[in-house]
């Protein structure tokens, strides 16, 4: 008896380890959370909460939130770190305040806003891979935003002035520009902004820009950041754990998955799913890197013909989609010399192939991999490998004009916060296309003034700096841009249909009957802004009727070269989303009033006041009464007012939830749900 007891316990103790054992290899560590701290770099730096209008001294290592302020004095820096997504860091006399402050869990994607009341803030970004998150710093004339960049931002007596180390920064005016030339501002330009909004100048950033202190630091920080951040994601991902591919136990791995899978809740089953199929190619990144392509090249053959199988599976599809983005920032920078280089590739195909092409995600992955090219462009340019970097650049600016003439017709269904994301994505590419052109042709021309005019010193971080001048055996002659006699300038395509971006391109021929792309050196105008408008190297159409456009380009030598042509916009504007506010919010007393303002989101991304054209209706038992768009409380409780605006037969609704309150207080901000 005994011995039969004994032998039952040792069963069940093998049993149980062996559950144990198999239930491990599906196992998957907590997910890490992220927060938004602040590091005091130097001492004299301060915080203001939110409500708040007292200063309190800052604590090295603290968290802040949406909503708080930073201050430095003239003896403090700080540096606001946003998970491994991004730093920003506050030179001495400054003041921002994180008007948007949101981070995901992962640390992997985050929307934020910081807006610059004085002095400079340099900003560091990785690069995003999905339309939800952006990085941007407002100040009283515009808005500068990224999706992967290292920028700066400074307030110069009443101007505003953008100076990029890497890829590209979009900027639009805050209000007041009539002309809206303000456009991507890209690697090793400057830009500076009257208050309305209206570009003053671009132009290259200076040896002596490149060399000063605030930017030589900031640029040694990014690299630190990059570095730091790679390696924390590359651990996060390592954490995952997993049975390598071809081990014997890989089958049990995948069983032990499935389980878990299966007892999972329904909403947690996805989530789980993106995250083995994260760790799967986190293996398969580890295959290669510790020397094991050719197995690694299998096993992803394996993951490709999986996902041919699915067919329309968007739900795998998507998974498989979300887990690249995740693995993305580790592969990103293998060059050509890195053995992950041609893995990278192929994550970059695999990410096109299980976007829908025809989708907002698509084209984005599709820009994603023209990016990738400009990078490449910009490294043969920082080794002197000038034909090299001309067949990039040529292969970059074709792939974004097949881009923008594919997509032209799928953008007028696409959300109006996905259409922006990437108008201002391929205005990004265009203008890094340029600028690159540019520094490729200055740089081996050695056209580039080491005392440039400037109206303050903003350089660009030392990896930014142009090549040397290639010796006299080079067989590249590239003409200087100072001899340029005469621009021309094309719309792509043409007629615009309504609400849909064309590009521009801006041609410059030379005195020898060469010519170059300076678009990225010239001002854009129309004469009737209520047909088209212009972004930068971009036009819109905004209503039916033709227009003239103005290209307007200002030689070395400091004389002005115009160019015009006709541009004939197709077709009508359709309301896409209602706002609504009200006068004293929506959180009011009894007897009180708040009157509703009616603002609309066109299909071109204007917008207009239409009260007196808006139904304003109150759903029953709600309290108060309305007239028109004014509502009156009488007793406490809740109202529902639904607004509803009707154009070029597309009908848009806001609903708002008013608060009646027995005593007196206020809000300045309403709730109001929009539809599409």
Known sequence: MRKFLVTTIVLLLLIGSVSAWFWSLGSLPP??????????????VSVREPLRTEWTQAKDGMTIEEGWSVKTDANGRATIAVGDVGESRLDSNSEVTLTTATLDAAGLGANMQYTLAAGRVWTRALRFFDLGSSYSVKTGAVVATVRGTAFDVAIVSTSTIISVADAAVSVVPVGGAVVT?????????????????RLMKRRLLTNAERNAEWFV???????????????????????????????????????????????????????????????????LIQLVLNGKSGQASQEFARLENEMKSTGTDATARERVRLALVEVAPIIETADSNSPLFLFRQRLE????????????????????????RIDEAERFIATNAVQEAGIALDGAKSGIDNVVRESAPLMTGFTADDRHVIEAKIAGLRARVSAARLRLDTTFSGAV????????????????????????????????????????????PSPIPVGVTAGLLVTGTLADGSTQDVSAMSMMSVKNDQVARVNGLEITGVAGGSTGLIATYQTASGKTLTATTVVTVKGSSVPTYLSVTGSNGTAIAVNQATTFSATVRYSDGTRKVITPSTTFL???????????????????????????????????????????????????????????
Do not use: C, W
Request: charged content about 10%; aromatic content about 4%; cysteine-free.
């Open 31 to 44: 997910e890490k959370t992220s927060a938004i701290t602040l590091h005091v770099v130097s001492s004299g």
């Open 181 to 197: 030339s303000t456009d991507a501002v890209a690697t090793g330009m400057t830009a500076s902004y009257a208050p309305s909004g």
């Open 217 to 283: 630091s900031n640029g040694q920080a990014d690299q630190a950041f990059d570095t730091r951040a790679v390696a924390s994601r590359l651990a996060a991902l390592k954490a995952l754990g997993g049975v390598a591919p071809g081990s014997p136990f890989a089958s049990l791995s995948t069983l032990s998955e499935q389980a878990h899978l299966t007892i999972a809740a329904k909403a947690d089953r996805e989530p789980l799913a993106e995250r083995y199929a994260a760790r799967r190619l986190m293996q």
């Open 349 to 372: 195909s695999l990410a096109t192939a299980v976007s829908d092409a025809k989708g907002p995600n698509g084209i984005l992955a599709r820009l994603l991999a023209i990016e990738d």
């Open 449 to 492: 003034s080491a005392d440039a005019t400037s109206t303050s010193a903003i350089p660009t971080s030392p990896t930014s700096t142009p090549a040397t001048i290639p010796s006299a055996t080079s067989t590249a002659t590239i003409p200087s841009s100072s001899d340029i006699v005469s621009i021309d300038v094309n719309v792509s």
């Open 618 to 676: 109150m759903e029953p038992g709600s309290v108060g009464t309305l007239s028109g768009p004014a509502f009156y409380s009488s007793t406490p409780g809740t109202a529902t007012v639904t607004a509803t605006y009707t154009e070029n037969g597309k009908t848009v609704t806001a609903t708002t939830m008013i608060t009646v309150t027995g005593s007196a207080s206020g809000s300045n901000s309403t709730s109001s749900t929009g539809t599409y």
